[in-house]
């Protein structure tokens, strides 16, 4: 069956509806279940298309901006320029289409020969000069490419899919304390997998199996690609971070996530622990598991009262006017930076147990409320008026206002 | 006051790594990683000839996600016509057929998301691509993609819808692998 709303709700989540539509539409989200299920398929797939990895390093950029701005610069003429790319690329395409046809290496050898036969027949009666041509234009044309800096540039670009080696290169974003970034991101991993391995044997299956999650992530591919290790933990739901933008900011976030995760593993140790040793295992089970319902419990209750905080400091933040008088406009945004930097903690550690709970729907909120948290954080302490808009407008783009008030009236809801 | 050329390579900076990405994706994955790069370079070079600040403020963003577009559009005509010959011919030498493993390797390599996207029509993947990895409003992006903001709601509800369903059956196409293994 399909709804009639279906698309209002596809506006809703782009932050397109105006606010009485929305709130219409907000109103029919909680009456109709195939609505509830669109939306969450919807932000499932944003996040999936926002994950999509950017994998260049800084070096193979600058190298590319050297080159355009040489070739401009050098008078070659913007026709000149785009015509040798066109060239280029048409040589590339072919050297593509071997690539990726997925030929066996007899099968490519006959092609070859085919082609080659083919050239010849035709030439023949002039000359059999044609088929030699072909081969020696091969290696004529690999040189070529790798005199150009975009063929260095692409043989800088990590292999797509060995992610372990591409952990090993620098990301498309430079990095700022790097050394300081990994260096804190393999501490983490290497108390998280003691901690591991102590909860394992508790029979804390979930939050260990969780955490061997992270700490392998950590251990073998670096703080970066501890968000993967997040991607399958959560079974195929990959948090993500949605600005291109916004990647330098979560590199900053992985690291507070490595710090958080310490505390984390520490809390699933104490329940296991609660849970008993010697208690015989259908006892120690039905423990486990009471002590497990009791931490969801205590969590959906922190999650409600922290959706409630950042509720607050939104609005708060989206009434201040700035730049009016420029010493108040700086102390008003002061206190919020100071809450924003708070919260931003405590909503990573409570996506990442949504994440392990399995619960999208606050999993995928504390998402989208995340990158604005940061923001708001890094504000310069006199921040100009494009600045705020550019926030507030992200924010009504996304309804996080009134995402985070339906949040909380579910919560409140749920607990009655 | 910096000079236009700090502008711009603050500019470059800041986004060729999501053109490139854009692109990527709008090509058809990471396989298409080194054209789109490409694209993303020449895209940059005609935003340098032209003057970054013969662009009005804030413009030139949008800008050079629609010159990205069209030479993406250019590359996907040439490549569908090349590939229908070349498809042909290699249809007929395609003899080996890969190990359980080597296929295993390569469906892992694949990424889901690009070939999900694949599947969509070039404007709804565009539009799509451009909501969800470069936040861009609907006006935005009927700016970039010169169409009307009605057909960028029909575009990103349609692509949203396919892809939905799409992923439904391939759960279930998942769950009941798992039940018959």
Redesign the interface.
């Known amino acids: 069956m399909k709804c009639d709303w279906?698309?209002k709700v596809?506006?809703l989540i782009?932050?397109?509806l105006p606010p009485p539509e929305a709130s219409a539409v907000e109103t029919h989200l909680n009456l109709c279940a195939d609505c509830q299920s669109?939306r969450e398929?919807?932000l499932l797939?944003?996040r999936?298309?926002?994950?999509?990895p950017?994998?260049?390093d800084a070096f193979a950029?600058r190298r590319?901006?050297k080159?355009?701005?040489a070739?401009?610069g050098s008078g070659t003429g913007?026709e000149n320029?785009?015509a040798a790319?066109t060239a280029?690329?048409?040589r590339?395409?072919?050297a593509?289409?071997f690539?990726?046809?997925?030929?066996?290496p007899?099968?490519?050898i006959?092609?070859l020969l085919?082609i080659g036969v083919v050239v010849g027949i035709a030439f023949l009666s002039s000359s059999r000069r044609a088929p030699v041509e072909f081969v020696t234009h091969a290696p004529a044309a690999n040189d070529d490419n790798n005199n150009s800096s975009?063929a260095a540039?692409?043989a800088q670009?990590p292999a797509?899919?060995d992610l372990t080696a591409s952990a090993n290169k620098p990301d498309?974003?430079?990095r700022i304390g790097g050394d300081y970034q990994k260096r804190a991101g393999a501490q983490a991993s290497k108390d998280e997998s003691s901690r591991a391995a102590r909860g394992a044997g508790a029979n804390a299956q979930r939050g260990a199996s969780a955490n061997v999650q992270r700490a392998e992530s950590a251990n073998a591919q670096g703080v970066e690609n501890a968000n993967v290790g997040r991607v399958e933990s959560a079974g195929g739901r990959m948090p993500g971070s949605?600005?291109?933008?916004n990647?330098a900011r979560r590199q900053e976030v992985d690291v507070l996530v490595a710090e958080a995760a310490g505390n984390d593993a520490e809390a699933v140790d104490n329940d296991a622990t609660d849970a008993g040793d010697n208690a015989p295992p259908r006892r120690e089970a039905a423990e486990a598991k009471d002590a497990q319902q009791r931490a969801e419990a205590a969590g959906e209750s922190k999650t409600a009262r922290h959706v409630e905080q950042a509720q607050l400091l939104l609005r708060s933040f989206r009434n201040a006017r700035p730049a009016d008088a420029g010493r108040r406009a700086s102390s008003d945004i002061a206190y919020e930076k100071r809450r924003s930097r708070k919260l931003l903690y405590e909503n990573i550690v409570l996506r990442r147990e949504a994440a392990n709970r399995g619960n999208l729907p606050v999993e995928s909120l504390l998402d989208s409320l995340e990158p604005i948290l940061i923001d708001i954080a890094n504000l310069p302490d006199k921040p100009a008026p494009a600045d705020l808009r550019l926030i507030n407008e992200?924010m009504r783009?996304k309804n996080l206002v009134a995402m985070l008030q339906i949040s909380a009236v579910e919560s409140a809801a749920r607990s009655y | 006051m910096a000079s236009e050329e700090d502008e711009f390579a603050v500019m470059f900076h800041e986004f060729y790594p999501s053109l490139c990405r854009f692109l990527e994706c709008l090509l058809g994955g990471r396989a298409a990683s080194g054209i789109a790069q490409e694209i993303a370079q020449d895209s940059f070079l005609q935003l340098h000839n032209k003057g970054l600040r013969t662009l009005p403020e804030g413009e030139a963003r949008f800008w050079l996600y629609r010159v990205a577009r069209n030479f993406a559009l250019n590359e996907l005509n040439k490549r569908s016509t090349r590939l229908r010959l070349f498809n042909r011919v290699a249809d007929v030498f395609r003899v080996r057929v890969p190990t359980p493993e080597e296929e295993f390797e390569m469906a892992e390599r694949k990424s889901l998301v690009a070939d999900m996207l694949r599947t969509l029509p070039e404007h709804q993947r565009a539009a799509l691509l451009l909501r969800e990895q470069e936040e861009l409003s609907y006006s935005e992006i009927a700016g970039v993609l010169d169409i009307s903001e009605s057909k960028v709601k029909v575009d990103v509800f349609r692509a949203r819808t396919a892809l939905r369903e799409r992923w439904g059956k391939r759960e279930q196409a998942a769950a009941r692998s798992k039940v018959a293994g």
């Open positions: 279906t698309q596809s506006l782009d932050g397109e669109a398929d919807f797939l944003r999936q298309i926002a994950v999509y950017l994998e260049q950029r590319a901006l080159r355009i701005l070739a401009s913007l320029a785009t790319a280029r690329r048409s590339k395409t072919v593509d289409v690539a990726m046809s997925q030929f066996s007899a099968g490519s006959a092609l085919l975009i540039s692409n670009t797509p899919d498309g974003v430079e949605s600005t291109p933008a990647l992200r783009r």
